[in-house]
């Protein structure tokens, strides 16, 4: 079984750190309209990418106990630290170096390395005949989370030269989320469909509808992990019926919501 935890980022606007240890098997990534900036274990030095944002489940696979930690940015926040539209990531997973220059992925790279080195050190040191000391143990916990301040440093440095954020991503959100149609989030906006779609690609890879979608399906898995009946997610979530929530879970997941449940992690 996969471990994996979450804490909010310190750079704020909803991102969060991450990081997982893979189990046997592939882990099933849902689709939830944010892009993520990963740090990978594998390899001799670890590899950095970029994970695009989804319009299916992705299975990410690994040898087990490959330890990975991710920045996710929140919904049309990616962006501005990426530097490229999240349409052009849609359903991808590419390697950072592609889409920043070469010194600055390798800088990148080299501080995790040094950091990870220190926590390994730590490690070591402060073991004593009983096991690790209260203080040593404190030292360790933070150094396992090293790849991921490293990120959110890399992260904040970006966004002090980035353009402002787009001042209508907010309203979208919102929108989206509550199931506002194409034509109200639009006119909310003040913008035509058309240069709706146009920023929404831009923003989240995918336009007001399908990140609609996409949101819907994560408030009725919340809601479907607290033990609430089906009938009543579908109803509360925003579906037509029972029905449409099957249909829609299994086609943005690959599997019926029972499954899903099922399946650790979910």
Request: hydrophobic share 40%.
């Amino acid at each position: 079984m996969s471990d994996y935890r979450e804490r909010k980022a310190l750079i704020g606007g909803g991102a969060v750190v991450w990081t997982r240890t893979a189990g046997a098997g592939p882990q099933r990534v849902l689709p939830d309209g944010c892009t993520d900036l990963i740090w990978s274990g594998t390899g001799p030095d670890g590899e950095l990418i970029v994970a695009g944002p989804d319009t299916r489940a992705h299975l990410a696979s690994g040898p087990p106990g490959t330890h990975a930690v991710g920045l996710r940015f929140a919904p049309g926040a990616g962006p501005a630290v990426l530097g490229v539209p999240a349409h052009e990531l849609r359903d991808l997973r590419v390697p950072l170096a592609a889409l920043w220059p070469d010194a600055e992925v390798r800088r990148l790279a080299e501080r995790i390395a040094e950091r990870t080195a220190g926590r390994a050190a730590e490690r070591i040191a402060g073991r004593t005949d009983g096991g690790i000391t209260g203080r040593a143990a404190e030292r360790i916990a933070g150094r396992e989370s090293a790849p991921g301040r490293v990120l959110e440093e890399a992260a904040l440095d970006r966004l002090r030269t980035a353009e402002p954020p787009d001042p209508v991503l907010a309203t979208i959100v919102a929108g989206a989320s509550r199931g506002t149609g194409v034509a109200g989030i639009a006119a909310a906006v003040g913008l035509g469909e058309r240069q709706l779609h146009r920023r929404s690609l831009a923003a989240f890879g995918y336009g007001a509808k399908t990140l609609g979608r996409v949101l819907r399906l994560n408030r009725a898995l919340d809601l479907a992990r607290t033990g609430v009946r089906f009938a009543e997610v579908a109803a509360t979530a925003g579906y037509a019926d029972q029905a449409h929530l099957a249909r829609e879970v299994r086609t943005l997941t690959g599997v019926p919501l029972s499954r899903l449940l099922r399946a650790p992690g979910g």
